[in-house]
């Protein structure tokens, strides 16, 4: 893994669970329970299946996200 960038929060009762731009081309849905330190579920998901959920301001916030993690790997 070169770089990460978070593309979503869902708070919910008793867990969170974020969404992970990993390099450019995979998300990981991590959730997180509550007073836990290591995540409890991790689910790889492809990028065009991801994206397929998402509203139009989701896929700006992806292209933005992408961007960014290819001008991290770029530069390292």
């Not at 990981?28 to 065009?48: M, R």
């Not at 896929?59 to 993690?69: F, G, Q, W």
Request: proline share 3%; hydrophobic share 40%.
């Amino acid at each position: 893994m070169q770089t990460a960038y978070i593309l979503g929060w869902t708070p919910e009762q008793g867990e969170d669970i974020y969404r992970v731009l990993i390099n450019t081309d995979t998300v990981c849905a991590i959730e997180l329970e509550h007073g836990q330190d290591k995540p409890t579920t991790i689910e790889i998901v492809q990028l065009k299946e991801y994206e397929k959920q998402l509203s139009r301001t989701g896929r700006i916030k992806l292209a933005v996200a992408m961007d960014l993690a290819a001008k991290d790997i770029f530069t390292v």
